[in-house]
């Protein structure tokens, strides 16, 4: 008796073959493990906050450091080059051989110039013989106290810039800014009119009103109205805040009415 097999064509018999391997080797391979997927944990945001404010403060930290002890070293080499030229040890002509020997000697180092070196002398021979002044002197970076110096020619205005500069936390840009607007001028020597009940109850607010701003950020036209005036406050709201002071908050929102223009309530 002949035995026949069924023949397979090259058409669907091959396909069926190829389609019943890979659902054999899926059977096999299905009772492996599944690798599991990582675990999403959550993370504790208040101590990775508490962290990252401790890093924060200690770079402020480090930054404040660095800085009292340039300007100690400043204060150190201008104190130096003032009493040697004051006792005729020195001409002008030494400075800049000091400036050559300093980047001779010490590669790399910048900010010793001829130029310095003098603004150096400047900055002692300007604070040595005020001794509260003095104190406030490492509060402020030395860029601080080249405005200051360069700017302000009398003891009591220099003193005025320090004291407020530390005090609103200004940055080099904003001190010269109020400098070149006479804030001074504005503050001290033309000063607010307060009450002298107001004065005997907040004794503060004489150094916080003033009767005159300075606006000129706002780039507004010689005729402008109130309410150009309003507008241009909000859309310069930052810089109208450092013109008040930082001890003064400004809130502002918009009212509005169906057909009506829109306000805004200060």
Known sequence: MEVQFPCLTAGRG???????????????TSGKATPPSPKVIDFDEATFAE????????????????????????????????????????????VPQLAAYIARTQTGLRGFTRPNLFRMRQFYEA???ESIVSALL???PWTHHLI?????????????YLRTAIRETWSSRQLERQIKAALFERVVLSPATVSAPLRQSRPEAVDIFRDTYMLEFLGLPPGHSEADLHRSLLLKLKDFLIELGARLLFRSFRISHPGRPTRFCA
């Open 127 to 129: 604070y040595r013989t």
């Open 138 to 140: 490492r509060q402020l």
């Open 14 to 28: 091959v396909d069926t073959l190829i389609v019943m391997a890979k659902k054999s080797k899926t059977l096999a």
């Open 51 to 94: 962290i990252s404010t401790l890093i924060s403060v200690s770079r402020e930290r480090a930054l404040l450091s660095v800085n009292t002890v340039l300007i100690d070293l400043y204060w150190s080499i201008g104190k130096i080059i003032s009493r040697k030229i004051a006792a005729s040890e020195w001409g002008d002509g030494v």
């Open 148 to 160: 200051i110096l360069g700017q302000c020619k009398r003891a009591e205005e220099r003193e005025f």
